[in-house]
C-alpha cells in the first residue's frame, strides 16, 4: 500500500510540473513622470534553460536606459546582449553561458531593466513576447510571455500639490 501511495505521488508531482510553463515575466509596475525604475525579469521554468531570448515593446513615452545582470545570472555564468530595432520600435534581450550550462527549474530573477519615463508619459503596456529558450542539448524551449501594466501615480498626472500649510495672510476677507 505504501509502494502504491508513492507512485501515486509522484505522478501527480509529475502531472503538475508538466501542466506549468515555461516563461518569462515581470510584474506590474508603477512610474513617476520624469524619472527611472529598475524592474526585474523573472524567469519561471520547469524545464533546464541553457540561455533565453525575449522581446519588449514598450509603450510611447518609456525607454530602456539600461540592463544587468542579476547575482542568479551570474551564478551560471550567463551574459546580457541587447539589440533595439528602432525601425520596428522592440529590443531584443538575450541571456546565453559563457560556458556549457543550464539555469535549473525555478522561478528567479534573472535580469534587471533600468527604464525612464519621459514627461508626458501616460502609462501603458509592455509586451513581452517571442519568448524562447534552449535546452542543454540546443533544442528551442519556446515560452510563455506577459503584457506589462505600467501605471503613472495619480498625483503625477495632476501635477506637484500645492504645499498644504496655510501661509500668513492668505486667507481673504479674514474678521477679527
Known amino acids: 500500500m505504501k509502494h502504491y501511495l508513492l507512485t501515486l505521488m509522484a505522478l501527480l508531482t509529475a502531472m503538475t510540473l508538466a501542466a506549468q510553463d515555461n516563461r518569462i515575466f515581470i510584474d506590474d509596475f508603477e512610474i513617476d513622470r520624469d524619472s527611472t525604475v529598475t524592474v526585474p ?35 551560471y555564468k550567463m551574459s546580457i546582449t541587447c539589440r533595439h530595432k528602432a525601425d520596428q520600435d522592440y529590443y531584443m534581450l538575450l541571456l546565453v553561458p559563457s560556458r556549457p550550462v543550464c539555469f535549473p527549474p525555478d522561478t528567479a530573477r534573472v535580469i534587471n531593466l533600468t527604464l525612464a519615463a519621459s514627461s508626458d508619459f501616460k502609462g501603458g503596456t509592455i509586451d513581452v513576447w517571442q519568448c524562447r529558450g534552449s535546452t542543454k542539448d540546443n533544442h528551442t524551449i519556446v515560452m510563455g510571455g506577459d503584457a506589462v501594466q ?25 474678521r477679527d
Open 41 to 75: 525579469v523573472m524567469l519561471a521554468n520547469v524545464d533546464p534553460t541553457r540561455g533565453i531570448q525575449f522581446n519588449l515593446t514598450l509603450p510611447q513615452g518609456l525607454t530602456l536606459g539600461d540592463y544587468e545582470e542579476t547575482p542568479y545570472s551570474v551564478k
Open 150 to 174: 505600467v501605471t503613472v501615480p495619480e498625483a503625477s498626472l495632476i501635477g506637484i500639490p500645492m504645499e498644504q500649510k496655510p501661509a500668513e495672510g492668505q486667507f481673504f476677507n479674514k
